[in-house]
């Protein structure tokens, strides 16, 4: 027993003495995180960050600069000869997606430069899920409704636009988007948290009928 407790409290004291190990290229996926484009090139230059690849993200440091919005980032990558064409920058995008089409809801302005730097052009398809998904966040429930979604609507896009939807407070855009995904179950499928809702007209939306019996029961 007390042979235990030794080795146990060595293990402890082991872990303790541990140094925090940091990441080679934390601030540079941190300085993209948060637009600090200043950084982004001093850690470039440095050797200490790769413009194609983050050490703990699955997503490319393009991708992540579109999906955070920082076209300046994006300029900086691009001087640092970021591969537009990697498979890796399709990560945190809906299935089909692509840098140019995701910079349309994202990073408008990033969508430019793209363009000049050659990046593949987005598809039909992703094109018109990304204006559903605008029209969702721009909480038109008239826009969600008259999208044109030929090769129908994948279960990515269709959970960024609910999410945006109820981000818009308006319920009429949330029975809009799940009647256009022709999914109903998609408040469940798109991991919407319901319990930290408080507006019964937002909840039936959602089709949470036993949400609305425990906010009326408080």
Same mark, same amino acid.
């Given at each position: 027993?007390?042979?235990?407790?030794?080795? /146990?409290?060595?293990?402890?004291?082991?872990?303790?003495?541990? *140094? &925090?190990?940091?990441? *080679?290229?934390?601030?540079?996926?941190?300085?993209?995180?948060?637009?600090?484009?200043?950084?982004?090139?001093?850690?470039?230059?440095?050797?200490?960050?790769?413009?194609?690849?983050?050490?703990? =993200?699955?997503?490319? *440091?393009?991708?992540?600069?579109?999906?955070?919005?920082?076209? +300046? $980032? $994006?300029?900086?990558? /691009?001087? !640092?000869? %970021?591969?537009?064409?990697?498979?890796?920058?399709?990560?945190? !995008?809906?299935?089909?997606?692509?840098?140019? #089409?995701?910079?349309?809801? &994202?990073? *408008?302005?990033?969508?430019?430069?793209?363009?000049? @730097? +050659?990046?593949?052009?987005?598809?039909?398809? #992703?094109?018109?899920?990304?204006? !559903?998904?605008? @029209?969702?966040?721009?909480?038109?429930?008239?826009?969600?409704? %008259?999208?044109?979604?030929?090769?129908?609507?994948?279960?990515?896009?269709?959970? /960024?636009?609910?999410?945006?939807?109820?981000?818009? +407070?308006?319920?009429? $855009? $949330?029975?809009?988007?799940?009647?256009?995904?022709?999914?109903?179950? /998609?408040?469940?499928? %798109?991991?919407?948290?319901? =319990?930290?809702?408080?507006?019964?007209?937002?909840?039936?939306?959602?089709?949470?009928? +036993?949400?609305?019996?425990?906010?009326?029961?408080?």
């Amino acid at each position: 027993m007390k042979r235990s407790m030794v080795l /146990l409290l060595a293990a402890f004291t082991a872990a303790a003495e541990t *140094p &925090y190990i940091v990441q *080679p290229d934390e601030a540079f996926q941190r300085a993209i995180d948060r637009g600090d484009a200043a950084t982004v090139r001093l850690e470039l230059k440095a050797g200490r960050g790769d413009a194609n690849r983050l050490h703990r =993200y699955a997503n490319s *440091p393009l991708s992540l600069a579109i999906l955070k919005g920082h076209p +300046k $980032v $994006v300029a900086v990558l /691009l001087e !640092f000869k %970021a591969d537009v064409a990697s498979e890796e920058n399709a990560a945190g !995008f809906p299935d089909g997606w692509n840098l140019r #089409c995701a910079a349309r809801l &994202y990073s *408008p302005e990033s969508e430019a430069l793209l363009t000049k @730097a +050659k990046a593949p052009a987005p598809t039909a398809a #992703c094109l018109a899920e990304v204006q !559903f998904v605008i @029209a969702a966040k721009k909480g038109s429930e008239r826009d969600v409704r %008259a999208a044109t979604l030929p090769e129908g609507l994948s279960l990515g896009a269709a959970t /960024l636009a609910l999410h945006f939807a109820v981000a818009s +407070k308006k319920p009429e $855009v $949330v029975t809009a988007v799940i009647e256009v995904s022709g999914n109903p179950r /998609l408040p469940e499928h %798109a991991h919407i948290r319901t =319990y930290q809702i408080e507006d019964v007209a937002m909840l039936r939306a959602l089709g949470d009928e +036993k949400a609305v019996e425990r906010l009326r029961g408080r």
